[in-house]
């Protein structure tokens, strides 16, 4: 298939305490805040969490999987990883159906990382935006601006529109719920999210007005942990971090949630779903809303059939109450 290629504290709930102290966490801080967003529920991050999909091979199946997305209307979602032997920055974007089969794919060059990317339906065709125009032609390539196109299994992307060009570190999430967007960028040496709906998009120029939200990241755990994604959902930013480990016991992948009104950190919680997993690493967190109409947040893992194995696998799983 042809690529392509684009030229600081805040209260816990008593439940997540305990877990937090025991397995230092650090505490929650506050980062700058502009904004005013419609106050929403937000998930428990203390409640159990379940099984969307485990043990998928993707279509690059020597590669973890990243970013994810979920186009709510057409019932797909997308899963982003780096090429199998790509130089690191050229991607692999994936369709699945809500079994987890993998029901179509395309490749972008010289895009990036794919910590997070976005879905945007349209009718019965999808938008995908993701990073583009990467800094490095290699594993530490990360894009410089974001890319929107709509998704054709197996072809090249037509018709990209490209906005924030000339960022440093540029990735998005998107709310399929409330039809919003959220852009992470470096700004002034520091992670900054800013928060816009849909309706405010100038396609045809690449641009936003109507700015809902405007954040720094918060301090997460001791300040020195492994970035994994981040997902929206109403007036709440949800991050996850940790890395992968063979052993149950060292697991310290956590999830956070963070008011996009005021920038604090308000609930940080040691996750062991899918613990069983052989070499399990967080990878990639989303929001969707099942045909049912009950909205979840969801975080993957990459895992292994042993440690030694070369294929990677992709498994979701989902927290379902708002508090």
């Known amino acids: 298939m042809p690529g392509w290629k684009l030229s600081r504290r805040g209260l816990l709930k008593a439940g997540g305490a305990t877990a937090l102290a025991a397995a230092g966490a650090g505490a929650l801080t506050v980062g700058t805040a502009s904004a005013a967003v419609p106050a929403s529920k937000r998930f428990d991050l203390s409640k159990p969490s379940y099984d969307v999909l485990r ?140 928060l816009y709906d849909f309706s405010s998009m100038d396609v045809e120029n690449g641009t936003f007005t109507d700015e809902l939200a405007k954040i720094t990241q918060p301090v997460l755990g001791d300040g020195s942990v492994t970035f994994q994604g981040y997902a929206v959902f109403g007036s709440y930013l949800y991050t996850l971090d940790g890395e992968g480990h063979s052993d149950p016991a060292d697991i310290d992948s956590f999830v956070t949630a963070t008011d996009l009104n005021t920038g604090k950190a308000v609930e940080r919680f040691l996750t062991k779903a899918g613990k069983s997993l052989v070499y399990r690493e967080p990878e990639g967190m989303a929001v969707t809303r099942t045909s049912g109409g009950e909205v979840r947040l969801c975080f993957g893992f990459a895992s292994r059939t042993s440690v030694g194995d070369i294929d990677r696998y992709a498994n979701v799983f989902h927290k379902n109450v708002l508090v």
């Open 55 to 194: 043990k998928v091979l993707l279509h690059e199946k020597h590669h973890a999987m990243q970013g994810m997305a979920f186009d709510t209307e057409n019932r797909h979602l997308f899963i982003a990883q780096v090429r199998d032997g790509s130089s690191g920055d050229d991607l692999c974007i994936n369709r699945l159906d809500e079994s987890g089969r993998v029901t179509g794919r395309m490749h972008i060059d010289n895009a990036g990382h794919g910590v997070s990317i976005g879905a945007e339906p349209n009718g019965s065709d999808t938008f995908v935006w993701v990073e583009c125009d990467s800094d490095a032609d290699d594993d530490g390539g990360r894009g410089t601006a974001l890319a929107r196109f709509k998704f054709a299994d197996g072809k090249a992307p037509s018709g990209v529109r490209k906005f924030f060009t000339g960022s440093k570190t540029i990735t998005c999430a998107t709310d399929p719920v409330n039809k919003r967007i959220l852009i992470r960028r470096k700004e002034a040496g520091e992670f900054t999210y800013r």
